[in-house]
């Protein structure tokens, strides 16, 4: 099958597809859409051809070939601070200008978000069947990023009930939740395809416990639906009482230089804290390696792509028991802990236990790993996509 997929992705992820002479140096590496990049990956291993569609930060049109791999990579505006109030717009409508001529032998439109990419997608959507997988949920971030934000956010906004009113696409969720969400809202029935793991990211056994008890939260962005300043003030307490204790952060925003960085410096917060900023996809497997606990205090999530990640890492995962798919993917709580996560004592309370309790903690390990073979694998998520696709294009046809 030829699947197109309109989405951000790291491209770098895919240089072994690539012809040698289209491994351009360093300039389209960068971290982001883990869940799109393996699902990328294994339709590639299953011989499918995919043609990707992404913009990336360049001045120029750039196209990469390799073996049943193209990648079109499109300039993303960026020139502040326009693209915060109409930069989704523009990228969304070169990202259209681009597929416009180059769908021939295209068998399917994915596209991921419900953003740019699927109103792009959605232009095509009478000709070419076109697939959308829903991976958050716009009113309720619009309601938690910081005002400035809330500019791009609401063009955004506007973009996604453009897509969902389109009713030629066949839209897919992440989870019971996001499904649930798009039921109520729009009365499309979605159907729930979860996020993929890679079959190799998962260990089956762990070696080494660390010998001093390393927490690690990892997000990309620090609004108020991640929720970090509760998880700060959490660990503070049971550092205080636990002081080898440790908290790496990593994520974007998680630098000296950033305003509420420096804030919750000034708070006090920081002690025992370690800012690791942006990293790459193999430097965050290494650091999960080398973790004793990831606390994921999000508020809310239609998935959440570093459980699951965590879990392949054998590493005990706290998360919210109210936030969105959260207990989902974790199994209702047999394979993460799950706490009120808005409340600083719960989440201490439960991290105590993890540190405390061996047996539970080998519990929750043991369950996960069996979680993710059962449930996450790649390699059965991408079958579920093709079956997907291959009644989306009987019904398509069927229409004609």
Known sequence: MNIAIISPCDISVFWDYLYEDNRPEDI???????????????????????????THLINQDVILNGKHLKIHIIPSFNKYPFNYIFGSWVNAKRVKKRLQNNLENIDILHAHWTYEYAWAAGQFSKNIPVVCSVRDWAPYVWRMVSF?????????????????????????????????RIKNRW???????????????????RHVYPGLFKIISISQSIDKRKNIEVLLYAFKEFHCKNPLSSLSLVGGAFIDSNEDVKRWGNLGLLIGVKLFGKV????????????????????????????????????????????????????????????????????VEKIKQIYIDKPYRDLLVSNATNLLLNRYLDIEIIKSHILLYQEVIKNKSCKR
């Open 187 to 205: 009365d499309i029935v979605a159907p729930i395809i979860p996020n993929p793991i890679k079959s190799n990211f998962i260990k089956t056994e």
């Open 280 to 347: 790459r996809h193999d430097r965050l497997m290494n650091l999960l390696d080398e973790s004793s606990l990831l606390v994921h205090p999000a508020l809310e999530e239609t998935f959440g792509n570093t459980l699951i990640e965590a879990m392949a890492r054998r590493v005990p995962v706290l998360g919210g028991i109210n936030s969105g798919a959260v207990p989902y993917v974790l199994d209702y709580g047999n394979c993460g802990c799950l706490c009120d996560v808005s409340s600083k004592d719960d989440i």
């Open 148 to 180: 400035k934000d809330k500019i791009n956010w609401s063009f955004k906004w506007i973009l996604n009930n453009v897509v969902f009113n389109n009713r030629r696409i066949k839209f897919v969720a992440n989870s019971p939740y996001t499904a649930e």
């Open 28 to 54: 389209f590496k960068e971290s982001c859409a883990p869940s799109v990049n393996t699902l990328i990956g294994a339709f590639l291993k299953e011989g499918h051809s995919v043609t990707i569609f992404t």
